[in-house]
């Protein structure tokens, strides 16, 4: 499973923070970091409306204040190729793919509110190594459309992502059974998740359902500014998320034989199964009967599963109460 950290603009515009936020990622066992490039007035008239968490401050004024330069985003991207991370960012305008390329970043997720502008995705189509597509606003023929126009083109990576842009999302909402859809639907591209859940019990379901690729938020605090962080996992809960992402695959991709691994259980057996035993004292010349047995620890003896074979057998010898049942007190 490939693991992206989600940080967004949480960085609030400062270089040494998303730094941190690429450390953070990177130490809790993500594969690759992902912000987002918006700059404002290249991809909204002053008059659009904002959505309801912009509360405190204008979406203009968020996002001019937390954009960065060509020089910045190709610090952040040095230093994540430095310590050996992916990176990855959503642009929101032809602008900003221009602002990204210029600073040799080729790694695009196109956010689920981009996938009906054609004219962002046939320009990301010509300069992008690798593209994400998310699905949370986007129906069926829509994202056939897209995934038509990114057919075109000799892409290195093609990932698709269930995601339902609901945050927090609830269980009911998740939509899984989508993931088997899209692998139907676009055979030619991985399938991924991108979780709006706040635990990781949809990211462990989607490596069952087949998803490669997952995508969850990080903070480094809940009470952190901003739209995402309230609805992103904080360090602590992140570890645990791709801790059990990654034992999920694990169990998953590691199937038993299980004859092969009875014999593997050496003494084990013989400790905790049960031997056929007598019940009493019975004398030479008995005909045994299933009253006659008792089936007692250790399993070393014949074992408790063969005492059809000896009712009504008799005995060659006098045997006691507790003595093993051995093959040699009979004819």
């Known amino acids: 499973m490939y693991i992206i950290s989600e940080f967004g603009n949480m960085h609030e515009g400062s270089v040494p923070l998303a730094k941190k936020f690429i450390e953070v990622g990177k130490s809790l066992g993500a594969d690759c970091v992902k912000f987002q490039a918006h700059y404002f007035d290249e991809e909204s008239l002053i008059n659009a409306p904002a959505p309801s968490y912009f509360n405190q401050e204008s979406r203009e004024s968020y996002f001019n204040r937390t954009s960065f330069s060509v020089k910045q985003w190709n610090e952040l991207k040095f230093y994540a190729d430095e310590i050996e991370i992916d990176f990855m960012v959503s642009p929101f305008s032809l602008y900003a793919v221009d602002v990204l390329l210029d ?66 999302c609830p269980p009911e909402k ?102 056929i035993v007598y019940s009493r004292n019975l004398l030479k010349g008995k005909i045994l009967e299933f009253s006659d047995l008792s089936f007692k620890k250790p399993g070393d003896g014949i074992s408790a599963n063969k005492f059809e074979d000896y009712i009504g057998k008799k005995l060659t010898v006098d045997v006691f109460k507790n003595q093993k049942l051995s093959k040699t007190n009979f004819k």
């Not at 014999?263 to 400790?271: N, Q, V």
Request: with cysteine; net charge neutral.
């Open 103 to 168: 600073a040799g970043i080729t790694r695009f997720k196109i956010a689920s509110g981009e996938v009906t502008n054609l004219p962002l995705l046939n320009y990301i189509n010509i300069k992008a190594d690798e593209v994400f597509v998310s699905s949370g606003m986007s129906s069926l023929s829509e994202l056939k459309q897209a995934v038509k126009l990114f057919n075109n083109n000799n892409l290195k990576r093609r990932v698709l992502f269930q995601c339902s842009s609901i945050y927090p």
């Open 174 to 275: 998740v939509g899984l059974n989508l993931i088997n859809s899209y692998q139907n639907n676009f055979p030619d591209w991985e399938i991924g998740l991108s979780d709006h859940t706040l635990s990781s019990t949809a990211g462990v379901l989607s490596v069952y359902s087949g998803a490669t690729v997952i995508e969850k938020h990080l903070t480094l605090s809940n009470l952190m500014y901003g739209s995402d962080a309230k609805n992103s996992l904080e360090p602590q809960e992140f570890d645990l998320f791709v801790k059990s992402i990654r034992e999920a695959q694990v169990i998953i991709n590691s199937p038993l034989n299980k004859d092969k691994e009875v014999l593997l259980l050496g003494d084990m057996k013989h400790i905790f199964e049960k031997s």
